[in-house]
């Protein structure tokens, strides 16, 4: 953090200069979702979510990383001046882009994800408001994906953490155009640039941009290990390890395995009628606790251990 801190701090200092005196990063050119699906060919960045409600959302999480590594360096000064300007941004924002109930200016999912998931949204109302928003637009449009670069690393995290496990799963799961499994279909062994690189008929999408090795569409990966598998960090470098599997989408059984820097991490959960088995691996040096889908806790030991809880399955086919 030392190390890059200047490089960070530079980066925010120049966006305060490009931004309105009201704190929105209003100005310039932007690339927005870029290949939100709903763009045409041959203009990737003509996506349906302002783009400058991203760059400003954007302005708003990079300050906040700002001022925390500013905290962690012990840069008390500037803690405080980069947290206040967050906090002006946030409020800018909410004002400028969020309307009454939580609805957005961008009535889109790549919107609602991005204020979801850089808690750019005031208070749980809101929050949850927004996350029901989200909901019912990922089930309007047939839970195909209707994000591009921006939304798509947020938009299952964002349903998740509003408490709609369900849609995301059906998100997840869906195989026509456009969706993860779509490429699947068509043999694909990497991750495409465009959601229909090749589109249904076998043809190559005509756009000026079109790469079959690309990763940045994969990036639902991350809810893949932290929500499915259910294996992620409470605390820096994995010296707190929690495992919390969320079982959904007729899936039965989900694993994965992360070499952290205390040795290595390991969750396999299988799902029954009535239980929930979780085998976990907490390596030496790393504590590790199991939260289940009811609310409870079970604090593990150093090794490999094997828990069951009861867990009445909702469809395991």
């Known amino acids: 953090l030392a190390a890059q801190y200047d490089s960070a701090r530079r980066w925010v200092d120049l966006i305060t200069e490009l931004a309105d005196e009201s704190g929105l990063w209003n100005r310039g050119y932007q690339l ?10 041959d203009d ?16 708003a999480w990079s300050l906040r990383h700002v001022a925390w590594t500013a905290a962690v360096l012990g840069r008390e000064d500037e803690r405080r001046r980069y947290e206040e300007l967050a906090d002006r941004v946030r409020r800018t924002f909410v004002a400028e882009y969020v309307g009454p109930g939580g609805l957005m200016t961008s009535d889109t999912q790549t919107a609602y994800a991005v204020a979801l998931q850089f808690d750019l ?10 996350g029901r928003r989200l909901a019912d637009l990922v089930a309007a449009g047939g839970h195909t994906i209707q994000t591009g670069f921006i939304g798509t690393p947020l938009v299952a995290p964002a349903l998740s953490a509003t408490r ?12 026509e155009c456009p969706s993860w499994l779509y490429a699947l279909k068509h043999d694909a062994t ?3 640039e465009r959601w229909d690189s090749m589109l249904p008929d076998g043809t190559v999408n005509p756009g000026e941009m079109t790469s079959f090795n690309h990763y940045a569409l994969g990036a639902v990966a991350q809810w893949l290990h932290t929500t499915v598998a259910g294996l992620d960090a409470s605390a820096p470098g994995y010296r707190e390890i929690v495992f919390r599997p969320r079982p959904g989408g007729g899936l039965t059984w989900a694993s994965a395995v992360h070499e952290s820097p205390y040795g290595r991490v390991a969750i396999r959960w299988e799902l029954g009628q009535t239980e929930l088995t979780v085998k976990t691996t907490v390596p030496t040096g790393a504590t590790g606790r199991i939260e289940w889908p009811d609310g409870g806790v079970t604090f593990l030991p150093t090794g490999t251990t094997s828990t069951r809880r009861h867990h009445l399955a909702s469809d395991p086919t």
């Open 32 to 41: 927005g979702d870029w290949l939100d699906p709903f763009a045409p060919p």
């Open 190 to 192: 990497t991750v495409w």
């Open 121 to 130: 949204l005031p208070g749980p109302a809101t929050r949850a408001a927004a």
């Open 164 to 175: 709609h496990d369900d849609s995301a799963y059906a998100l997840l799961l869906q195989q």
């Open 44 to 59: 990737p960045g003509a996506g349906r979510t302002d783009r400058h409600l991203i760059a400003s959302a954007y302005y």
